[in-house]
């Protein structure tokens, strides 16, 4: 059920006499109006006057809305909005209906609701040689709308880094007001204990909500749904991306590689590489001395090492490709398998080969053996 607080205002009463007799005086109106975008809606106005000068009162239905101030949208039963055929179908309609006791009622029907609809319509009853009304009331319509995301005031993208802080926001508006609440796309739960949710209804219809993340982890990272609903079908949802930036980390698929010498043998070796913004990424080949120390624990990957290895660049021996990594359907922007294929296995190549990985966050490197089975 929508909670709605709905405002009717009832405009100052002018009363005129002729004869002694009260004249052009509204004896029913409509209670106010809630509809649905899209949909209709009437607003009623019974007006009473002697029968000796009904042919001498108008009756209008004047729209107060913000913008100019108010339009006429009616007069006795003909409808006076110069633009009311709107995508070939009339926006208002006028019905009038003759009751007892020389009342009239008139019916203003509003089609193809939507949200500048929403406003005080007011009947106005006044002799038709006089402008000042003899009396006038109105009566609220409020168009409830299905909530929306403004997308150019939200987050579609944010950036972090490891133990800051990130903030993701997600305006939604509609009538009512929306509830905007976050979640992960994934389902996974918001990090217990290093988040809040930050809401400020800005208006009536609006509502801002920021989601902050305190210290990051590498785990935050990925898709948030930020959601918009007001009980009015349907709700709408908005997808957003943290990125958090860290250093790279470099893993083996696997720790060694077997595989026979000669015409005819190849071998594929891989690493995963982790990191935002997206590492460069170096093949080494150690040399037989190299491979000794480093077994043996007396080399170390540092500058030095890599100032003298041999960078490995495709060419006819070898193969290097970057592929990115996929979950399912979607593809992981930090992650990155990295391989090196040797086309022809010799004995010369039975070495350890070093995958490198560096961004402006630092760098990381793993030495995986190839030997001869």
Known sequence: MVNLLIIFLVCATHTVFVNGQNIGKITELSEPVVAKVGGFAFVNCTVSSPQSIENNILVEWVFLNATDGGKSVSSDCT???????????????????????????????VNALSVPDNGLYQ???RISSEQKPTDSMAVSLTVLSPPKIVKSSSDITVYGIINGT??????????????????RASGRPLPKGRYEVLTNKTTATS???VLKLYNLTKEDRGTYRCSAD??????????????IEFKPSVSLVEPSYGSPTGENTQIMMWCRVDGYPRPSMTWYAMTSADTQRFKAGNLELDEKFYSNAKVILTDEKYQVEQKIMTVGSQSTMDSMFYSLSLQTVESVDMVYYVCRAMNTHGEDAQAVLLYRM
Do not use: W
Request: some cysteine; proline content about 6%; glycine content about 8%.
């Open 123 to 125: 009947c106005r009853v």
């Open 79 to 109: 409808i006076t909005e110069s633009h009311n055929i709107i995508a070939g179908k009339k926006k208002y309609e006028i019905f009038c209906v003759d009751l007892d006791n020389n009342d009239k009622r008139y019916a203003l029907r």
């Open 230 to 243: 007001n009980n009015i079908r349907p709700p709408e949802d908005l997808f957003s991306r943290l990125i």
């Open 166 to 183: 990130a903030s993701m926001r997600c305006d939604g508006q509609g009538i009512p007001g929306p509830n905007v609440t976050y979640g």
């Open 207 to 209: 509502t801002t909500t």
